[in-house]
């Protein structure tokens, strides 16, 4: 069966389609932000969603991955606009730990993560960067003097064997063949 090269949506056909074909493409639910948040807060108030908030927490899960699950599903179902998402997350955090204080939940927050201060070793892995091959090897250990952890270390891929050559409009070279002329338009076409 052969392909046709032609049969393929048109390029722009998706801003002629209808826009309100999902949630997030219409007006928001909730244009006030106090009764945004004050949905959210419902929600996570139910037995069920906080059992399981909860149960996520005393797994080590941090707060700030949650907000931003609740937050993103609250988007994705057109109840609030992404502004009001950024604007609720630090209130839902606080609401999310004092919850968990309730319960006598030890939280990770998500944010404490403290990076070291270039040192020494990390110019030094830098300078060698510059005047070295092993970009690489470098690279990992620029990231753990950093202390961001090493490089992932993988075996060297082989090459991908270059496929057929694309045909019809999109193969279409930019230049003829040495030796060739590029064939000229037929009248009409332009």
């Not at 032609?6 to 928001?28: A, C, F, Q, V």
């Not at 993103?72 to 179902?77: L, Q």
Request: proline share 10%; net charge negative; hydrophobic share 40%.
């Amino acid at each position: 069966m052969a392909i046709n090269p032609l049969d393929g949506p048109i390029p722009g056909e998706n801003y002629t389609s209808d826009t309100k074909n999902y949630p997030w493409h219409r007006p928001p639910q909730f244009t006030s932000m106090n009764e945004a948040f004050e949905y959210i807060v419902e929600q996570i108030g139910e037995e069920d969603v906080s059992t399981s908030i909860m149960t996520m927490l005393e797994i080590g899960v941090p707060v700030s991955r949650l907000v931003d699950m609740l937050l993103t599903a609250g988007i994705g179902g057109g109840k609030f606009t992404v502004d009001y998402a950024i604007l609720m997350a630090g209130p839902l955090s606080h609401v999310i730990c004092l919850m968990a204080r309730r319960m006598e939940i030890e939280v990770d927050l998500g944010v404490n993560k403290k990076r070291k201060a270039p040192t020494k070793a990390f110019f030094d892995a830098l300078e060698r960067s510059q005047n070295s091959d092993e970009a690489g090897q470098v690279g990992a250990d620029i990231a753990g003097a950093m202390g961001l952890g090493g490089a992932p270390t993988s075996a060297p891929q082989e090459p991908v064997p270059a496929g057929p050559a694309p045909t019809g409009l999109m193969g279409a070279s930019a230049a003829p063949p040495a030796g060739q002329e590029a064939p000229m338009p037929e009248e009409g076409m332009m």
